[in-house]
């Protein structure tokens, strides 16, 4: 335990840096958050739906992450995907598993990475218009790396058991025993009577769930919250390089004139400053990641979109 004079001690020089510094993040104990993590997904209310069915796979995948790779839960930085690691699994999974599982490019960064995207669906080179829609996304900011290592464990998790008979989701040694809770995968009207494998194959045959891992692979190689576009100060004023890189998840149109109306409610000015890592950049969708969703979301009816961030262990539902 520490004693009172020791936390002043941290807590004065804390602000002392913080003065001189950005950031200051403080990471818990593994224990800590590993309780916090696991303890808030199996609290989470999953019911009924057909759209919560699709939410129980991605909470229960990531929950699956968390408990077989302890080095996700440890102080070190555990097994992330580099891009070029993350570009040959996907296009392995899509040899191994072409019938579900398509991959394509949604065009090229700043510094000439493919922006990859995964469909998901039982008719994966079909354009099906009467089923939903449902996309995925991980790593607007390059420095949150769990948050396409769910994306990718999820990938993994469907391929993998779309078309396998014997399954054990709650590991207790039993077989095709765990129920779907709220759901009638069957039609039988029975409800938490479905074998756990229905829950993967319902999905992908009534879904098209299309994924994007790294929507910044720029970022993600440099270790970076922004991509690596240069600036050249506010709306591109000057001739020479100010800084890099466009705060990705600001740069969409949604709200981004609002910041000249109600500064005080976007955090201020940091928002124009192309130094800051909130930047949103000189217009919306300028930069070449959110012009590729945005072509993406154009053409395709979306119902349900999910974005993945870390730092507040949140999904995000814009």
Known sequence: MLNGKILIGITLLLLVVSMFSSNVDV???????EKK????????????????????MVRQSRLQYLREHEDVLSNNIGPYHSYEE????LHELESNYSDIMMLSSLGRT????EIWMVKLSDDVEMDEEEEPDVLLMGAHHGNEKPSFEVLIYFIVHVVENYGRMNTDDDMDGLLNEDP????DNDGDGMVDEDPSEDRVRDVVNNTE????PMVNPDGVEAGTRKNRSPNHGPFGFRREITSYGVDLNRNYNYHWFFLYLFPGRY?????????SNVYR????FCESETRAVKRFVDTHNVVISVSYHTYGELILYP
């Open 180 to 183: 779907i809770d709220g759901v």
């Open 209 to 212: 769930i299309y994924i994007i």
């Open 86 to 89: 993350m570009t040959d699994l």
């Open 27 to 33: 990471v818990a104990s593994k224990d800590m958050y």
């Open 37 to 56: 993590l696991c303890g808030d997904l199996e609290e989470m209310d999953i019911s009924g739906s057909a759209k919560d069915s699709l939410l129980y």
């Open 110 to 113: 700043y510094e000439g990475r």
């Open 281 to 284: 950049g000189e217009y919306p």
């Open 267 to 275: 955090l201020g000015a940091t928002h124009y400053d192309d130094r």
